[in-house]
């Protein structure tokens, strides 16, 4: 059977589109990614890519093979972590990213037992936003992180969905000129500056059309739009808790939209027992 560091350089090799990316992202020269590779097609009996050009495609069977490879190392990860857990080593120090997409009742309520379970660990919370969130946990930054859910996922991540939702609308301020309106389009947006959400590590992924205000956190975005400069995609429990009633709500197609949210945490930094707990916890 392949061991777990042949199919994760597989998979890397895969979803980063060569052996060289692969390797720096693991940390590892290109040659024993290539290795890795080799054995396991020969393990295998299956040619997983496409060599004939500069860059290695995967294929067909190759494509099936990444499935199953990422299937195995999900279920390795989860199962490193019972053993953790059962081996009672508690880690000295637990470090926590959220979104500040969701206001999570059911976070807030697992505190409340975490506290009593594990009353001499340090509990770090940071607060965090897409990418950014994502680079905590793969950095080894953050043990855990809960956010707003994403078509794909790095490899090195592992998630599962969180039996909570939120939603996100449009917000601005009441002496904005939009707040004059009674419906808003989307062409009329654009006539105004966005106040959009822009993450730390990849400022330029998402781009508006017309000006635009950028900030990493929503909590920055509503300070902005509650002084006039723009309208900005928020949080609806963050405007009712933070906005003091000087934003009002557009009325624009499609919106308010709604938003699930994941739990993220990393087959190279996987949490330990109290990590694991509160995980256990937080997907009950």
């Not at 599962?160 to 707040?179: G, M, P």
């Not at 509503?222 to 006039?228: D, I, S």
Request: glycine share 4%.
């Amino acid at each position: 059977m392949a061991s777990q560091e042949v199919l994760l350089a597989f998979v890397q090799a895969a979803t980063q589109g060569s052996f060289s990316a692969a390797a720096r992202k693991l940390g590892r020269s290109q040659s024993t990614i290539s290795a890795a590779v080799a054995s396991l097609e020969i393990d295998l009996d299956l040619q997983l890519f496409d060599r004939s050009s500069r860059k290695p495609t995967l294929t067909p069977a190759g494509h099936v093979m990444l499935q199953k490879a990422e299937a195995i190392l999900a279920a390795t990860s989860r199962l490193e972590m019972s053993a953790r857990q059962l081996a009672q080593g508690v880690e000295p120090k637990l470090t926590v990213a959220i979104s500040d997409t969701y206001q999570s009742y059911r976070f807030e309520a697992a505190l409340v037992d975490f506290e009593q379970r594990y009353p001499e660990l340090e509990l770090e919370c940071l607060i965090a936003e897409c990418d950014d969130l994502i680079e905590l946990v793969q950095r080894g930054r953050a043990h855990l992180a809960f956010a707003e859910m994403q078509d794909n996922y790095p490899p090195d991540l592992v998630t599962s969905t969180v039996a909570e939702r939120t939603e996100i609308a449009l917000f601005v301020s009441r002496e904005h000129a939009l707040a004059k309106l009674e419906h808003v389009d989307q062409q009329i947006l654009e006539q105004h500056r966005e106040l959009r959400l822009a993450t730390i590590v990849n400022p330029y992924d998402s781009r508006g059309k017309g000006r635009v205000w950028s900030a990493p956190s929503y909590l920055m975005l509503l300070e902005m739009a509650e002084k006039g400069f723009g309208w900005a995609p928020l949080p609806r429990w963050l405007v009712q808790r933070y906005a003091n009633d000087l934003l009002i709500e557009l009325d624009v197609r499609g919106w308010p939209k709604p938003v699930f949210v994941d739990a993220l945490w990393s087959r190279l930094y996987p949490p330990g027992p109290a990590g694991s707990w509160l995980l256990s916890k937080m997907l009950e």
